[in-house]
Each structure stands twice: as C-alpha cells, then as structure tokens.
C-alpha cells in the first residue's frame, strides 16, 4: 500500500472563480454607469491548435463575466508588419479595452515587436517591456498574468515570502523574469535559473518556494526539492502534465499546485479582472 500525497493542494479553480465572479461585478458598474461592455480583443495568427483552445477559454470567461469578445484570426504566414497594423487598429479603437496576442505567435514574426504595439493601457495581459519595467520597481501595472495569478494564489494559502528563499526555474519575460521581479518586491530572496544554469537540483534543494516553468514534462523530481517546500507548477504539457513530477513531489512538498487546476485558471480569471480594470480607467469609472 503507498502513502497518499501529503501535500496541500493549492486550488486555483476555486480561487479563479471568487475572482471572475468579482470581475463580473466590475463589468456591471460599468455597463450600468457608461452604456459601454468591456471588451478583450483576442489576436491569433496561424493554425496552432493548442493556442486555438486557450484563444476559445479565454473568450468563454470573458463572455461568462459579461464583457465583450472580439475575435481577430490571421491566417499562417501573416507578417510582423501586417500583425502589428492589425493590434495598432485594435489599439485606437475606443470600444477594444484591452488587447490579448496569443502566443507563440509562429516564425518568422517578430513577437516583441507585436507586443510593443499593445498600446500599454491596453496591454492587459503584460506583455510590453513598459509593463515588465513597471513590474520590476513595483510600480502599478497590468503585471504578466500567469506570475501575477501564482502571487494571488500565494497569498490566497498565506505563503510567507518575506525573508524566504525563492527559486524560479524559467526566464521567460512573460513568466519567468517578471515571476522573480514579483518575488523580489515581496522580499523573497530569489535565484533565477534557466537552461544554462549548473548544479540545478541542488539550487532547488534550498527553496523555501519553487515556481517551475520549464516547458518540459516531469522534468523537476520530487527528491530535489527541501522537505516542506511550496511548489507552483506553472507549466503545462501535453496529456495534463506539468512541469514537476507531481507524484514525487507531493510526498516530498507542503503544498503544490496541481496541474491541471492550479495556476492555469489562475492566469486566465486575471485578464478577466485586467481586462475590467482597464474598461473601467478608460471610461474614468471607479469600481
């Protein structure tokens, strides 16, 4: 007979739903006070079939809280420069509060120069460098919103972080580098690894939290982590595997995220509440 996980499990779905259902709110006061829905525009290029299903989650949460989706498909072999006239089109229309890029967006475009397109008022899902710069001194932003859901889900299961030791496994500027910039302002101290990092089991071995964005399926084992470690498995893989070895590793942490239903609901039920945030400063509406 094996031991059962010991780990708490960390409940995003749970979390992202008091969420969405608070962002719905916001939605209301603003329709009620300007006639005008919310709206996210949604951006895919190309025929990646993965992207296609979050592209399709996302806008069944923006229409579940009451905004409004615009959907925006361009065909595979779109260039930067058609790409980037199409989010500057979105970008000065006055009825589009926020604009969403899927991404990967496919080679050979140029995905920081669509990014620096979203006009940053409406770069709800933190993807332009002002927001990342923004992010890292801690100043009010829309921050990247998979970093910005693990730190809600964070304080959700009163995780301390002041003083703690933090290691974000990732550099990605959508996750990773804005993930440890987070951590920073909450005063972890934080290491930031990636793939040329050295010796990185025992890196993980001294975190008090471990956030994992790999891209690679069970790639992170239980017998890395220290005794009684957080662990947020940011990543997702085919067949609903994240980026840890859950087995393992929840007999070894205090609490994981699973996956799925941790930080993925997470992301999605904050550019729902961006995206709400945005309408609402955009038609100088207090909510």
């Not at 500027?173 to 951590?183: E, N, V």
Request: with cysteine; hydrophobic share 45%.
């Amino acid at each position: 007979m094996t031991d059962e996980p010991r780990a708490i499990l960390m409940n995003g779905t749970a979390l992202a739903a008091r969420m969405l259902a608070a962002a719905a709110q916001k939605v209301r006061l603003i329709v009620e006070r300007t006639g005008q829905i919310p709206t996210l525009a949604t951006v895919l290029v190309g025929d990646n079939a993965a992207s296609a299903v979050y592209v399709r989650m996302k806008r069944r949460r923006c229409e579940q809280a009451g905004m409004r989706s615009v959907r925006v498909e361009l065909p595979h072999g779109t260039s930067t420069a058609q790409l980037v006239a199409e989010i500057v089109r979105l970008g000065e229309d006055p009825s589009v509060h926020g604009i969403l890029v899927q991404h990967p967006v496919p080679a050979p475009i140029d995905r920081r120069a669509a990014f620096e397109a979203i006009p940053v008022a409406k770069d709800v899902d933190g993807v332009t460098s002002t927001t990342l710069g923004r992010t890292i001194l801690g100043m009010p932003a829309f921050a990247s919103c998979t970093p910005a859901g693990i730190m809600k889900l964070l304080a959700e299961y009163r995780v301390p972080l002041d003083g703690a030791d933090a290691v974000v496994v990732g550099r990605s500027p959508i996750l990773g580098r804005p993930m440890a910039s987070m951590l920073i302002n909450a005063h972890a101290t934080v290491t930031l690894c990636h793939s040329r990092t050295r010796e990185l089991p025992s890196i993980i071995a001294r975190a008090d939290v471990l956030i994992a964005a790999v891209g690679q399926p069970r790639y992170i084992q239980g017998d890395w982590l220290k005794p009684g470690a957080v662990v947020i498995d940011a990543g997702y893989n085919p067949g609903n595997v994240g980026d840890v070895d859950f087995e393992s590793a929840s007999r070894r942490a205090s609490m994981i995220t699973p996956v799925p239903g941790g930080v993925g609901p997470m992301t999605i039920a904050v550019l729902i509440d961006h995206t709400a945030d945005a309408a609402a400063q955009q038609l100088n509406v207090e909510v």
